[in-house]
């Protein structure tokens, strides 16, 4: 069923001049009137029950640091515990390239099919302070 | 009718039939690419966004910035119309198509929904930088595809990193290169290599580290190349040594693509082949738009 819409419709509109794309989900608003907006960062579930606390800021802070040096990302652009490497463009070289950052900066060596499993940065920080615990 | 449901439908304008395309020939791979420059158009983009499904529209949402948006796009649009094209007859509307992942987590074409059709045994694998994004598509042989930006710099020393994770004889030919350059090219071409037969595996990176098999040019050969797993033999109660045994089930192609980037392409190799170089078919592509056939081609 072919449909004319017209422009006026609640998602930006871009002149075909610019090739951005502006994304956005829209927001929905109930039958009464009320307004409901989502979050739209979804919060990721941890997959493992995690009996040690969770990585330290200080830790968290410099796995972000390396992360953008690794992507070469602004020093604005926002990562933080839950940021996913893939959300932030990072391939698999990428990933290697963070864990070999990461293994010179807290002096570890981490076994390859732990790293592997590192999605996100709150993972990377835990593994790392775990290897450290074990070191001394 | 729920407003959701009112945006969707507003949005779904007809878009043209897509073309439909004949199946790959045994051990023939067909790899598709898209440039993102070349697709601008902002209407193109929006059709293209209507023929994901909800959690493939999720993961472009979550994607951080504009551009790596339109690449998460342009990769879930390619995987879907190319596939949707190979159908006997006529393509099917891509919207339908499902996907489900291997329990290694690789993901592949779900065909319940065809229940009643003869299903040609399609096998894909995607890959993409910045600037490329590819599909690499055979029939009845799994398939891994990788590509690396040629001018990609590695932020490590390169042989540092090969020492850390490439395989002793591999370590050993990228140290005999002088040229930094080359070296670095070099180390680049073997990482392509060696993750499109981790990826044409589909068991996972853990199933196949990289220090555990070599990948080498074939001596003689134009773009032949040959993998070696290393594996440790005791050769009596005190020594153990590491000897390279040669693997006959997978074959590799090394090409250029858009003169911009190397692509490795790996499939599993049918006994019945003699030896013969993997045959590939290579075209530029924007879904709905145009194909563009790749006739020269650099194998390396």
């Known amino acids: ?136 | 009718m729920h407003v959701m449901t009112q945006m969707q439908q507003s949005f779904s304008m007809e878009l043209p039939s897509l073309v439909p395309l004949q199946l790959p020939s045994r051990m023939e791979t067909h790899l598709w690419y898209v440039l993102p420059n070349e697709v601008k158009s902002t209407s193109l983009l929006k059709q293209f966004y209507q023929l994901l499904s909800p959690p493939e529209k999720d993961k472009v949402l979550q994607m951080r910035g504009d551009d790596l948006k339109k690449n998460a796009l342009l990769a879930r649009t390619l995987v879907r119309t190319t596939i949707a094209r190979y159908q006997k007859n006529h393509a099917v509307d891509p919207r339908t198509l499902m996907f489900k992942k291997n329990m290694y987590g690789k993901p592949e074409v779900d065909w319940q929904n065809y229940k009643n059709c003869n299903n040609p045994p399609l096998h894909f694998n995607i890959s993409h930088t910045d600037s490329l994004i590819a599909c690499g598509v055979t029939v009845h042989v799994p398939v891994g595809i990788d590509v690396e930006d040629k001018e990609r710099k590695i932020k490590h020393d390169v042989l540092a990193f090969a020492e850390r994770f490439y395989s002793p004889d591999e370590v050993k030919f990228l140290s005999t290169i002088p040229d930094a350059e080359v070296q670095r090219k070099e180390f680049i071409k073997l990482w392509t290599l060696k993750e499109a037969y981790v990826k044409a595996l589909g068991k996972g990176f853990s199933a196949a580290p990289f220090n555990t098999f070599t990948i080498q040019s074939k001596a003689g050969t134009q773009g032949g190349y040959n993998l070696c797993k290393t594996s440790e033999m005791s050769v009596n109660s005190l020594e153990k040594t590491k000897k390279c045994l040669c693997n006959e089930e997978w074959k590799f192609a090394l090409l250029e693509l858009a003169d911009s980037h190397y692509a490795a392409i790996c499939i599993e190799d049918d006994q019945d082949s003699g030896g013969a170089p993997m045959k590939v078919i290579v075209r530029k592509t924007i879904p709905f738009v145009e194909d563009e056939l790749i006739s020269e081609n650099k194998f390396l």
């Not at chain 1, 502006?22 to 907006?37: M, V």
């Not at chain 1, 992360?67 to 290697?96: H, I, P, R």
């Not at chain 1, 570890?108 to 615990?133: D, H, N, P, R, S």
């Open chain 1, 1 to 136: 069923m072919a449909t004319q819409f017209s422009a006026s419709v609640s998602m930006q509109t871009t002149s075909l001049a610019m090739t951005r794309i502006s994304f956005q989900k829209p927001a929905l608003i109930s039958n009464h009137g009320r307004t409901l907006s989502f979050n739209l960062r979804r919060s990721i579930p941890t997959r493992r029950l995690s009996v040690s606390c969770a990585a330290k800021p200080e830790t968290i802070e410099k796995v972000s640091e390396i992360v953008k040096k690794q992507l070469s990302l602004s020093k604005d652009q926002k990562v933080v515990a839950g940021t996913k490497f893939a959300e932030l463009g990072a391939d698999s070289l990428d990933t290697v390239e963070i864990v070999m950052g990461l293994e010179e900066e807290f002096n570890i060596q981490m076994a390859e099919e732990k790293a592997q499993k590192i999605a996100t940065v709150e993972q990377a920080a835990e593994l790392i302070e775990e290897l450290m615990k074990e070191k001394n």
